[in-house]
């Protein structure tokens, strides 16, 4: 069956260092992927796109790679703050559909 | 900036009633969607909207559910008759592009409680 596991337990961090999230999926040949972040009780909100064929993307201190082979992405937060404490959530679509498929989200915690 | 709004941000019903929840995308966006998600759970696709018709569907969206884009701006989403299961949080998401291409916008949800 098709999967999308993200680590159910709770990352705890201490700020200024650096937070990586997995994203693994099984049974999925997704063209795309995405990640968001979501704060308790609020709509998610994107952060970063990689498509199939870019192996990583960065955008500030926010870092994406995508490996079709391992079928796993990780999604790395850099020089981490307090801030940065919600659950972030990896999407996946696959080409010709219309709907993200989301994972059930990593709960992360920056301690200062 | 822009965003996505939905009205309202908490609805309780009892069972068997019909419930009609709104969203205002974002006004240039072409693709809406809603989403759900169960508390504690996973957010769960269930239906996108392109060209005023249904693009895609899940599994979920059975024929309790429907989809209206009655006057160009509003995208509402109706359930006939509630169950308890229909507990949750709904979320309203607009994307400029196609779904493939673009980030979607997601609005800050309708929490329903069924009674």
């Known amino acids: 069956s098709q999967k999308i596991e993200q680590n159910s337990e709770a990352l705890n961090i201490q700020e200024g260092k650096t937070a990586t999230l997995t994203c693994n999926y099984t049974?999925?040949?997704?063209?795309?992927l995405q990640w968001y972040r979501q704060d308790p009780g609020r709509g998610p909100v994107f952060l970063l796109l990689?498509?199939?064929?870019?192996k990583e993307k960065r955008k500030e201190r926010l870092k994406v790679t995508f490996d079709t082979t391992l079928k796993q992405s990780l999604f790395h937060i850099t020089a981490s703050q307090p801030a940065d404490s919600a659950t972030y959530l990896c999407?996946?679509?696959?080409?010709?559909?219309?709907?993200?498929?989301f994972g059930t989200g990593t709960r992360l915690k920056v301690l200062a | 900036e822009p965003e996505v709004t939905q009205t309202p941000s908490h609805q309780v019903t009892q069972m068997g009633q019909e419930v009609i929840l709104r969203c205002v995308p974002i006004?240039?966006?072409?693709?809406f969607y809603w989403y759900r998600q169960i508390l504690g759970q996973k957010v769960e696709f269930l239906v996108s909207?392109?060209?005023?018709?249904?693009?895609?569907k899940s599994e979920i969206f059975d024929d309790q559910f429907s989809v209206e884009r009655p006057d160009g701006s509003n995208f509402t989403l109706k359930i006939r008759s509630t169950k308890l299961e229909d507990s949750a949080m709904y979320f309203c998401?607009?994307?400029?592009?196609?779904?493939?291409?673009?980030?979607?916008?997601f609005g800050e949800g309708s929490r329903l409680t069924v009674l």
């Open positions: 998401a607009s994307s400029v592009e196609a779904a493939n291409t673009g980030e979607l916008f």
């Open positions: 049974n999925y040949s997704p063209a795309y």
């Open positions: 990689i498509r199939e064929n870019e």
């Open positions: 999407a996946l679509l696959t080409s010709g559909t219309y709907k993200y498929i």
């Open positions: 006004s240039n966006h072409l693709y």
């Open positions: 909207f392109y060209n005023n018709e249904i693009s895609e």
